[in-house]
């Protein structure tokens, strides 16, 4: 690991007294803040532990950006709030200035300093903090080791790539040893494949330092990568909070589900309730009765004659009868089109009055343009 991850204890509280260790590094409580006249954060709670990496996600405009702001402290909450290690940052009429917040901060737009060397970029966090010449150089050197700017500390701005001042903006971030990291949508000025591999890069980072981070993002793949747990927002809510197995899994609403990934929704009516086994099975529109995993919440009221929405993820429709099927016969769809990706082959299929995406590694087989379909056992997942 480099010099630097292995001189600082990055997930030593930062309050020394043994007794905070169990405390979140931030906690929002009921956190609200109108713009104009949008509710832009409509009630929010969340608490992030000491070296996990939290995404917030979600649509243009769902509030991510004001969220991280007030965390910041640039703004401050009209009410509900904010706590770092215990202790109150902000609330409507208290609010810590940014630069007590221990934090460190990375934007879309690099902001790095075009007049200054990479090196005096970094430098400058740690000088204003009254660091000694030699602590400066050499904890400069250290994290431009680890964004590995090592080679090209003595260029001004104008004489990197897009990716290289990102890194910049980053150890500069990294520099003063922040209790927590902010980072909003720092990829998405890259082109895509730097992005894509710059994903992978900021998560091996985090998980090396274990360093507390607050992720903005409103793609869903970078959120995947990035996240222990991810937050999906929706007009300044929470809509759920879980791993990012659990919300591409088991969405608890049918707005997280076709917002993570590709969705098919199944529109059909329940025909029976097991509570135990928690599932239900649904008549489909379509054709076919299919059981269907369901959210403990909605099981419970749950009863024959209750509507019900089946999420399918595109993988999980077959189009050979699996060997323990979820389903009866299997329901009949037609061809609508057909296309081969490389590992597997896309199709749009017509059920009902609804068009289905399918991913299959075998090449559909259609009698006068029919087929049927099954759900692989246990994927059907009711979302409302
Ligand atoms: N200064 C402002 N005045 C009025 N409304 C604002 C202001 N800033 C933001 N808003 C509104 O508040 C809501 C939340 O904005 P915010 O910037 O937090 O969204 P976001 O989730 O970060 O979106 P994006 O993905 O586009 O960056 C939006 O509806 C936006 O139009
Ligand atoms: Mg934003």
Redesign the pocket.
């Known amino acids: 690991m480099p010099a630097l991850a292995a001189a600082v204890d990055w997930t030593a509280p930062t309050s020394a007294s043994a007794a905070d260790a169990g405390r979140a590094r931030l906690e929002l409580r009921g956190l609200r803040k109108t713009?104009?006249d949008?509710a832009?954060?409509n009630g929010i709670d969340l608490r992030i532990a000491s070296g996990e990496s939290v995404v917030l996600l979600?649509?243009?405009?769902?509030?991510?950006?004001?969220?991280l702001r007030m965390v910041a402290g640039f703004i401050q909450p009209d009410g509900g709030e904010i706590h770092l290690d215990g202790v109150l940052a902000s609330n409507a009429s208290f609010a810590l200035p940014p630069e007590k917040r221990r934090l460190g901060m990375v934007f879309q737009t690099y902001a790095v300093w075009p007049h200054k060397t990479v090196t005096d970029n970094v430098a400058y966090g740690l000088e204003v903090a009254g660091r000694s010449r030699a602590e400066i150089k050499a904890e400069t050197g250290a994290v431009l080791d680890l964004v590995q700017l090592g080679g090209l500390a003595n260029r001004f701005p104008a004489e990197l790539s897009g990716g290289q001042q990102q890194r910049v903006a980053l150890a500069r971030a990294l520099a003063t040893k922040p209790s927590l990291l902010l980072l909003?949508?720092p990829l998405s000025n890259l082109d895509a494949t730097l992005r894509e591999e710059m994903r992978f890069e900021l998560r091996g980072l985090q998980k090396n330092l274990g360093i507390t981070t607050l992720y903005?993002t409103?793609d869903q793949d970078e959120a995947l990568v990035l996240a222990d747990r991810i937050v999906v927002?929706n007009k300044?809510r929470i809509e759920q909070i879980g791993t990012p197995e659990e919300v591409y899994h088991r969405p608890a609403s049918r707005f997280v589900g076709g917002f993570i990934g590709i969705a098919n929704m199944l529109e059909g009516e329940v025909a029976a309730v097991d509570r135990v086994g928690g599932r239900v099975l649904v008549a489909l529109d379509a054709g076919d009765r299919l059981w269907s995993r369901a959210p403990e919440r909605w099981l419970a009221d749950a009863t024959p004659g209750s509507r019900a929405t089946v999420l399918l993820r595109p993988q999980d429709i077959k189009l050979e009868r699996p060997e323990q099927p979820d389903q009866e016969a299997g329901t009949e769809a037609t061809f609508v089109s057909e296309t081969f990706l490389g590992n597997h082959y896309e199709l749009k299929l017509q059920a009902g009055g609804t068009l289905l995406r399918v991913q299959s590694r075998v090449r559909g087989t259609f009698e006068d343009g029919r087929t049927r379909l099954w759900a692989r056992a246990g994927s059907a997942w009711v979302v409302a």
Do not use: I, Q
Request: charged share 15%; hydrophobic share 25%; glycine share 24%.
């Open positions: 713009l104009g949008t832009a954060v979600g649509p243009s405009g769902c509030g991510k950006t004001t969220t909003d949508e903005v409103h927002m300044g």
